[in-house]
């Protein structure tokens, strides 16, 4: 038994007294160049947060996948349940949702980055988080200078309901699955998209304030920002579905002109990303974007440091405003 | 708001590799001082593992509190260990069983061992306790063969599946389960699932002499606990919820913990004494 083998190690982060347990993805030893020692001098690092009740494994083992892939290419990578998931020592929180949704992990979540950078002499982290891991990154970033980026897929930017009366799942499933349904849900849909139009891109009541508020400092700010969006039935691109308020293209009307926020659709792509399609979508483009802002071995001379120096402390002062 | 804290911090939990042909077995053992059994955890099919995994943790510490000791894992291909998916298959996870049983067992070998399997776990860790590995056997939704288990979380995915298809791009589980019977590979909750695999899996049985529908019985003179859950005897109904929330499963943890003390019980000849 052992806790590291070539590619992979087993960690346990244990700072601000709170037991995190993990798996760290090496660098490749074949990359010339590259230590794979643990020790990464200067080198950006990818940490991946967990997606609502997933284990730090992700839906199909994805993150396992796109973690090796990063750290094949010369991004140490790491994978963490937090408090609540996985193999953590706590249970999940009564209202788990409501909790992320509000930024409960993001004091620890932006400790345990900390932790890395030191343990591991990393120049920085980008975090990485799919659906309601995604809102956790947002604030974990806002609230920990050493994130230099972030990858977001599917992030949403509003409050959801956790579990959905009977009666509604059993109308959305006549809708989906009836013609008659189908055609009543149309004129819904349609009646939606008309009451949207009245309220001229004014945010409805469910959005997530707080979250905006942090997404607004830190796209506003210039730290690179990867989305990944699936694409989602009968509304192809970066649309939401008829008759839901376009909270993506709200968010990055906030983010302002001097953002650098690129949004992708995954082809193929189901909402888990674990299909063989969606993950290497997802590899590919983020592999793309880290070598465009990331590039390995420019990190320190004139990489994206350069490009995005030193974040000013004022957005980890304001995450306390945020939550 | 603050998570729940359930730690005992006097319970030690160490996560390792275990190595084996071509891969390393991602484990945890649940370490306890002086326990008074050990008890092998095998999981569900690699698409159940994400639903599983609380359920499954929350039983290791529950048992380890109580001075079982405990280790679970991951299949070779799955979750945290390494391999690739799609090359293995039964008689390389029912290898697992058996290599982690042995390494298991050796920690203490008189210190009993009980094989617990849930759905395709229980049928290879009662494939394993035929062949004569532990002293008890506890089933939680045991299916009569894997590729019952299988079909059940085809079924499942599918008709998840159809919700976010357009009408004319929905395609029903036996039309997967046809394109597997015809040699093509699918793609099941992110795992690859070959022809092999879906042919494999109707060899792969729960013994004969095991698992009759929330029965006690004996092999080898040793005890053997199933149980089932669902309206329908038949089906392979999870202790778990899939979604949404975390289900209350006290109730199961209690039931199977007090089997495990008689199963103890008998296998010691009644010295192990139950600790809470």
């Known amino acids: 038994m052992k806790e590291a083998i070539k590619s992979r190690e087993l960690i346990v982060l244990d700072g601000v007294d709170v037991i995190i347990r993990g798996t760290y993805h090496k660098i490749c030893e074949q990359n010339p160049g590259l230590q794979s020692n643990g020790v ?130 059993r109308l959305n499933l006549w809708t989906w699955q009836s013609r008659v349904g189908g055609f009543l849900s149309s004129i819904y849909n349609v009646l939606k998209e008309i009451r949207l139009a009245l309220r001229r891109n004014t945010a409805p009541e469910n959005a997530n304030v707080p979250l905006l508020r942090c997404w607004k400092e830190l796209a506003s700010s210039g730290l690179p920002i990867l989305i990944l969006k699936a694409p ?26 001097m953002s650098r926020v690129v949004v992708k659709v995954a082809d193929g792509a189901d909402h888990s990303f674990a299909n063989r399609l969606g993950r290497d979508a997802v590899r590919v483009h983020a592999e793309q974007w880290l070598g465009e802002y990331f590039p390995i071995g420019s990190w320190k001379e004139e990489g994206a440091i350069a490009l995005y120096p030193e974040r000013p402390n004022k957005i980890g002062m304001k995450i306390a405003s945020c939550v | 708001m603050e998570t729940q804290s359930t730690m005992n911090p006097a319970l030690l939990e160490q996560a390792r590799y275990f190595t084996v042909r071509d891969a390393h077995l991602y484990t945890v053992l649940h370490q306890v001082a002086s326990p008074i059994a050990r008890v092998l955890l095998v999981g569900p099919f690699a698409s159940e593992r994400h639903f599983s995994y609380h359920t499954w943790v929350r039983w290791a510490r529950y048992l380890a509190a109580r001075k079982i000791e405990v280790l679970r ?185 007090d089997w495990i003390t008689e199963a103890l019980k008998e296998s010691t000849g009644g010295h192990n004494e139950r600790s809470d």
């Open chain 1, 232 to 257: 989602v039935r009968k509304t192809p691109g970066m649309k939401p579905r008829i008759g839901e308020f376009d909270y993506l293209g709200y968010a990055l009307r906030l983010a302002g002109r």
């Open chain 2, 73 to 257: 894992y991951d299949y070779r291909g799955i979750g945290e260990s390494t391999g690739t998916f799609e090359d293995m298959g039964f008689e390389t996870w029912s290898e697992d069983v058996q290599l982690l049983a042995e390494w298991f067992k050796k920690r203490s070998p008189n210190v009993p061992l009980m094989l617990h399997g849930l759905e395709i776990g229980a049928i290879l860790a009662a494939q394993s306790f035929q062949m004569g590995v532990g002293d008890a056997l506890l089933l939680w939704s045991p299916a009569a063969s894997a590729n019952q288990a299988l079909r059940s979380s085809l079924l499942r995915w599918a008709r998840l599946e159809q919700l976010f298809e357009s009408p004319e791009n929905r395609r029903s589980a036996s039309d997967y389960i046809r394109q597997l019977e015809q040699g093509s590979v699918i793609e099941v909750q992110g795992y690859q699932w070959s022809s092999r695999l879906w042919r494999d899996s109707s060899h792969c049985h729960l013994p004969d002499n095991i698992g009759d529908g929330g029965a006690l019985c004996k092999v080898n003179n040793k005890p053997v606990r199933s149980i089932r859950f669902g309206k329908d005897p038949s089906s392979v109904a999870m202790p778990y919820a899939r979604y949404d929330e975390v289900k209350e499963l006290g109730g199961l943890y209690s039931l199977s913990f």
């Open chain 1, 40 to 169: 990464t001098k200067d080198r950006i690092g990818v940490l991946f947060l967990n997606g609502f009740m997933a284990t730090r494994a992700s839906n199909g083992d994805a993150a396992v996948y796109w973690a090796d892939s990063f750290a094949k290419l010369g991004y140490p990578s790491f994978r963490l349940d937090l408090p609540g998931y996985g193999d953590s020592d706590e249970n999940p929180p009564l209202e788990w949702l409501n909790f992320i949704n509000l930024g409960g992990y993001a004091t620890i979540a932006s400790a345990k980055m900390r932790e890395l950078v030191t343990r591991y002499n990393l120049a920085g982290v980008i975090i990485a988080g799919h659906c309601a891991g995604a809102v956790s990154a947002i604030y974990a970033a806002a609230a920990g200078r050493e994130c230099k980026g972030l990858v977001l897929l599917d992030p949403y930017f509003h409050f959801q309901k956790t579990v959905r009366s009977k009666i509604r799942r």
